[in-house]
């Protein structure tokens, strides 16, 4: 009897159990990026830059070279490496509380350089790590652990990182996706490769925005996450292009 | 070989492009703007890296970044600036990256004064970033001296897979000298296996730079692998400059700037028969207690100059373990003592204390 390989893991990852809750689709994003990595064979020659938060031990789990940023510092940390090795692919991997909290400058003025790096953005409205509390991404009335009555408007309007980077001329390729089915997975893989196919032109900043489930900090059922990413993030967060300069843009001169 | 007159600031950067610095990191600020600007011109020269970031914060962490993937990183900064790195610098020490830290101090505490002044003196031996960890730190007293270090730095640096910071004062940054940056030096470039340079498929395995072990027993047993090196440093890094102690009844204990003051101080004493000498520190870290040892019985009164309230004046406490009179004269906020005012404090302990 023959057998038929239907479903072989990923070579962009190791072989470490990764260490997400039961449904957080911090999981999915790796698998995509790990696959993205391995098909566009870059697995060898990357440098990835781990950020604080849930996905702190992503230095385990993806199989390149891997180096661990303090909070909200890895667009900075990208740019020292990318900066001294231009002809290897140089990744960040961070939460919305280090993009868009206390890593707001640096994912900025990475952006703003242009630097030829690739950002994998996991929005999930709040802080997984430390246990549940608001982050700049929450949504209006969503309950967490520091806005236990649900964030009000005192508290900020929701930030919309793609957005809000697209005004920035240093810019290249933005996409929001979200990978709560499988045909939007799809479409978030999508993203994923022609993020690095934009590094790998030299065609500078590009980051992609994925809408993820945090079941445990917002005490939900693994489906009942899915739907609520859905239904409750979706219409504030858009999924789409937010910008695509690469037609544009020379490749990168900064070497 | 042939001097030439140089701003200290630019001597310093020079010196760095020698030392083998592949990038630097920074972000503008007084009394140190000289180094940066040179370098914005000059490292593209030599086919190096400058970046201006946007941020201390940020830029320590490019720092991090290129040095995690194997490069000779340099960065430089002032007071406040220094506060901001510490962070980054943190992280470099856990995860044992080489880099080298020029601050030419200023006046604080807050934004201070732009003026020289040497009250980072616990900021640069204790540190302010997180954690059991050490910078091995010089304090260079003229323009020849910082140079020398400098250029060596990096070396150093790389030996022990740790930051170095070189400390001076605005004095030394401000000022020009003639200094001579030819003498040849050994750059001992090493391969750095370690480093996560991205070059995985090469190597056959995964680099990882990092400096989180989440397991206390891992943890400790990383720290007392660093704390392995700080030894070393201690016991085979202390540097220092015995100036007239050979007679010396009273040592003047000065660093930096503050040692050039009291060359002149010395000279004015020694015209009028006082017996003084100095003891002056050229590492901060480790400091150079081995100084203290090598002083004479016929020292008997010590006396801390420095240009800040007291702060390296704990470190002569502990490095005299109480055997001799101790003095203490300082200044602070940028103002710089004249030699006539030293002068003046050692004549007082001479003619008040007892000092034959
Ligand atoms: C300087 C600093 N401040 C705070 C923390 C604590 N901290 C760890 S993870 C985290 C939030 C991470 O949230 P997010 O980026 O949204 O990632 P998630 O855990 O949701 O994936 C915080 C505040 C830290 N490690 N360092
Ligand atoms: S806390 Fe939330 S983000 Fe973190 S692993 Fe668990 S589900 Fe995922």
Redesign the pocket.
């Known amino acids: 009897m023959s057998t038929k390989v239907v479903y072989e893991p990923t070579k962009g990852l190791t072989d470490s159990p990764l260490s997400y809750c039961p449904g957080c689709t911090?999981g999915i994003i790796h698998k995509l990026v790990g696959e993205v990595l391995e098909e566009q064979n870059l697995i060898g020659e990357s440098i990835g830059v781990a950020?604080?938060?849930?996905?702190?031990m992503s230095y385990e789990f993806f199989n390149c070279d891997m180096q661990q940023a303090?909070?909200g510092r890895a667009p900075a940390v990208a740019t020292g490496i990318k900066r001294v090795k231009p002809n290897h692919t140089v990744f960040t991997y961070?939460?919305?509380?280090?993009?868009a909290s206390?890593g707001m400058a640096e994912v900025i003025h990475a952006a703003h350089r242009s630097e030829n790096i690739t950002i994998i953005f996991?929005n999930?409205a709040?802080?997984?790590?430390?246990g549940g509390q608001m982050?700049p991404t929450t949504l209006i009335g969503q309950k967490t652990t520091t806005s236990p009555r649900g964030r009000s408007l005192d508290q900020g309007m929701p930030l919309r990182i793609v957005e809000m980077l697209a005004t920035i001329p240093g810019a290249t390729y933005l996409e929001r996706v979200s990978v709560h089915d499988p045909k939007h997975i799809i479409k978030a893989k999508k993203a994923i490769h022609k993020a690095f196919e934009v590094q790998t032109n030299k065609q500078g900043f590009s980051l992609i925005e994925f809408i993820s489930t945090?079941p445990i900090?917002w005490g939900m059922t693994p489906n009942d996450s899915l739907e609520w990413a859905k239904n409750t993030m979706i219409p504030y967060y858009p999924l789409g292009v937010y910008k695509d300069t690469r037609e544009e843009r020379e490749p990168w001169i900064k070497e | 070989m042939a001097k030439v007159l140089m701003k200290g600031n630019e001597a310093m950067a020079l010196a760095a492009i020698k030392g083998g610095c592949d990038a630097f990191f920074g972000y503008p600020i007084t009394p140190q703007n000289e180094l940066p600007e040179y370098l914005s011109y000059h490292m593209q020269e030599h086919g190096k890296i400058f970046v201006q970031a946007e941020s201390e914060v940020a830029a320590i962490n490019m720092v991090y970044g290129a040095a995690g993937a194997g490069a000779r990183v340099l960065t430089s900064s002032s007071s406040p600036g220094i506060a901001l790195k510490q962070?980054g610098i943190s992280y470099m020490a856990g995860s044992e990256l080489p880099a080298v830290i020029i601050n030419v101090m200023r006046g604080g505490p807050g934004l201070g004064s732009i003026q020289p002044s040497q009250a980072d003196y616990n900021q640069v031996t204790r540190g302010g970033g997180n954690g059991d960890y050490h910078l091995l730190a010089y304090a260079p007293e003229s323009i020849q001296e910082a140079v020398d270090i400098i250029k060596d730095a990096f070396r150093v640096a790389d030996k022990y897979r740790n930051p170095v910071m070189v400390a001076i004062d605005g004095l030394i940054g401000q000022m020009m000298e003639p200094v001579d940056l030819d003498k040849p030096i050994d750059l001992d470039l090493q391969s750095k296996p370690w480093a996560a340079d991205g070059h995985g498929a090469k190597r056959g395995k995964n680099n990882k730079i990092l400096s989180l072990f989440l397991d206390t027993k891992d943890l400790e047993t990383h720290n007392l692998k660093l704390k392995v090196k700080y030894d070393q440093m201690v016991s085979e890094e202390q540097r220092y400059e015995l100036v007239q102690t050979d007679d010396a009844e009273l040592v003047i204990v000065a660093y930096g700037s503050m040692a050039r003051i009291a060359r002149s101080a010395i000279a004015m004493a020694r015209q009028k028969g006082y017996r003084v000498g100095m003891l002056r520190p050229i590492t901060l870290w480790p400091y150079p207690v081995q100084g203290f040892e090598a002083l004479a019985s016929n020292v008997t009164h010590l006396l801390t100059a420095e240009m800040s309230l007291g702060q390296m004046h704990q470190d002569v406490l502990i490095a005299n373990e109480g055997q001799r009179q101790t003095h203490w004269f300082g200044r602070t906020g940028g103002v710089v003592p004249s030699a006539d005012e030293l002068f003046d404090v050692i004549e007082n302990i001479i003619l008040k204390g007892g000092v034959a």
């Open positions: 911090h950020s604080v938060g849930c996905s702190v303090p909070h961070q939460g919305d509380g280090d993009l206390i996991v999930n709040i802080y997984g790590m430390t982050a945090c900090g | 962070e």
